[in-house]
């Protein structure tokens, strides 16, 4: 399975982007997905995760920093992730990796066995 990252793009604070995580070459439906964003300078840091559809639908984790402004999604018949950002910050501007982990610790990136490449978020201030 390969996973492309698109939607990024430069957008004024306060304002809105969502990024889409298409998978090709198999089906994501039985893996939990996950961003991670990479400032300047900066380690790779855990954005968000959705796990894979149960009886009772889905769970999704949050960084404390974007908690109320982003949301994760999943659409299984598409193949896609996405990640809904609002009331972008400066502090957002990263590029954003998606990733697919059958198993471990959500919020590390060392569970995930699939990365997409980057999407460039610029938020000017």
């Known amino acids: 399975v390969q996973l492309q990252a698109s939607g990024g793009g430069l957008v004024q604070a306060g304002g809105s982007l969502r990024l889409s995580c298409a998978a090709s070459?198999?089906?994501?439906?039985?893996?939990?997905l996950g961003w991670f964003r990479q400032a300047p300078g900066k380690e790779s840091t855990f954005v968000a995760f959705?796990?894979?559809?149960?009886?009772?639908?889905?769970?999704?984790e949050y960084a404390d920093s974007v908690k109320g402004r982003f949301t994760i999604s999943r659409d299984n018949a598409k193949n896609t992730m996405y990640l809904q950002m609002n009331s972008l910050e400066p502090e957002d501007t990263a590029i954003y990796h998606c990733?697919?982990?059958?198993?471990?610790?959500?919020?590390?990136?060392?569970?995930?066995?699939?990365w997409g490449q980057g999407t460039q978020v610029t938020v000017s201030s």
């Open positions: 070459g198999g089906t994501i439906r039985n893996y939990g």
């Open positions: 959705v796990s894979t559809l149960g009886w009772s639908g889905v769970w999704t």
């Open positions: 990733a697919a982990l059958q198993g471990g610790d959500s919020h590390s990136r060392h569970s995930y066995n699939l």
